[in-house]
């Protein structure tokens, strides 16, 4: 029987509710955490001051997109690697905003590993700079 938990996971991030909390969120802090009980997700925004809010909202209204793209490499890297399914499952811990790029942080869900994903934006379009496991 397949245990549904050691599966990688597609579509995590709702648009809309990952918005709403960005926007009601305190930024007068430097690290801001959206986060969400129902939907099990903490993610902690940093370098928020240094781009404009409307690049962060922009971001975040193709998390899920942004996501699947992450999700999709790491089902790649099981689907080409010689480990268990475990080795490649990484959830979204924090994201860094700089001037010319998004950094996503993710860990492993099962084992001690970390992957980054870099985006930047290019005519109002997101494009995918890197995904890789450090």
Same mark, same amino acid.
Not at 45 to 51: S, T, W, Y
Not at 79 to 104: A, H, P
């Given at each position: 029987? @397949? %245990?549904?938990?050691? /599966?990688? /996971?597609?579509? $995590?991030?709702? @648009?809309? +509710?990952?918005?709403?909390? =960005?926007?009601?969120?305190?930024?007068?802090? @430097?690290?801001?955490?959206? &986060?969400?009980?129902?939907?099990?997700?903490?993610?902690?925004? &940093?370098?928020?001051?240094?781009?404009? %809010?409307?690049?962060?909202?922009?971001?975040?209204?193709?998390? /899920?997109?942004?996501? %699947?793209?992450?999700?999709?490499?790491? %089902?790649?890297?099981?689907? /080409?690697?010689?480990?268990?399914? $475990?080795?490649?499952?990484?959830?979204?811990? =924090?994201?860094?905003? @700089?001037? &010319?790029?998004?950094?996503?942080?993710? =860990?492993?869900?099962?084992?001690?590993?970390?992957?980054?994903?870099?985006?930047?934006?290019?005519?109002?379009? =997101?494009?995918? +700079? &890197?995904?890789?496991?450090?």
């Amino acid at each position: 029987m @397949e %245990n549904s938990k050691y /599966k990688i /996971k597609m579509n $995590r991030y709702p @648009e809309d +509710i990952i918005l709403e909390i =960005w926007e009601a969120a305190d930024k007068t802090q @430097e690290t801001v955490l959206i &986060d969400c009980n129902e939907l099990d997700f903490s993610i902690e925004i &940093d370098g928020h001051e240094n781009v404009s %809010n409307d690049v962060v909202a922009s971001f975040l209204l193709h998390i /899920k997109e942004i996501d %699947n793209m992450v999700q999709e490499f790491c %089902n790649n890297s099981f689907q /080409k690697g010689k480990f268990d399914i $475990r080795n490649y499952i990484v959830s979204l811990e =924090w994201i860094t905003f @700089e001037s &010319d790029k998004v950094v996503m942080g993710y =860990w492993g869900e099962f084992v001690n590993i970390e992957l980054r994903a870099i985006f930047s934006i290019k005519n109002g379009m =997101w494009e995918k +700079i &890197d995904i890789y496991y450090q």
